[in-house]
């Protein structure tokens, strides 16, 4: 797990929580922040629904081949564990090696981008709390530009 998104032990846990968010004060995860396995799957197809449906996310979706199942798939096992919940991706494939994984695929600035942006969109839509959300989209960020592999760096 990215400790960028792990629960800081040590901040306050009622301070700036926002109305609906008491549980976030008392998550000791990301995940379970999120709301568990349910709400990961949830994001997950979203994330995938949007790339089908919006315009905005073409080349990314162009990126993924004609069939999403997989991907759909091993995303949801991967952010489980991420998240700091079950580690569904590790125990069938082991280590993620994210930037090996994705170096077939052209990525650059602009697959980067829809990539944060459609993963933002999920969130909003599937109500991840916005603090979370904000967390999750930095770290999206960072790691999606470690992963480019075309382009200027």
């Not at 009622?14 to 709400?39: K, L, N």
């Not at 990525?107 to 459609?118: P, S």
Request: charged share 25%; net charge negative; proline share 7%.
């Amino acid at each position: 797990m990215n400790s960028d998104v792990s629960k800081d032990p040590d901040a306050d846990p009622d301070a700036d929580t926002e109305p609906g968010q008491e549980a976030a004060a008392a998550a000791v995860t990301p995940f379970e922040w999120i709301g568990g396995e349910a709400r990961v799957l949830a994001l997950t197809e979203r994330f995938y629904d949007l790339m089908d449906l919006e315009p905005a996310y073409a080349e990314l979706r162009a990126a993924h081949g004609s069939d999403l199942v997989q991907a759909r798939q091993k995303l949801f096992w991967f952010l489980c564990g991420w998240l700091g919940g079950p580690d569904h991706y590790q125990s069938r494939f082991g280590h993620p090696r994210l930037r090996m994984r994705h170096m077939p695929f052209s990525i650059g600035i602009k697959e980067r981008d829809q990539w944060v942006a459609c993963m933002d969109q999920a969130m909003g839509e599937t109500g991840v709390p916005d603090a979370l959300r904000a967390r999750l989209k930095e770290s999206f960020m960072g790691t999606a530009d470690w992963m480019r592999n075309k382009g200027t760096p």
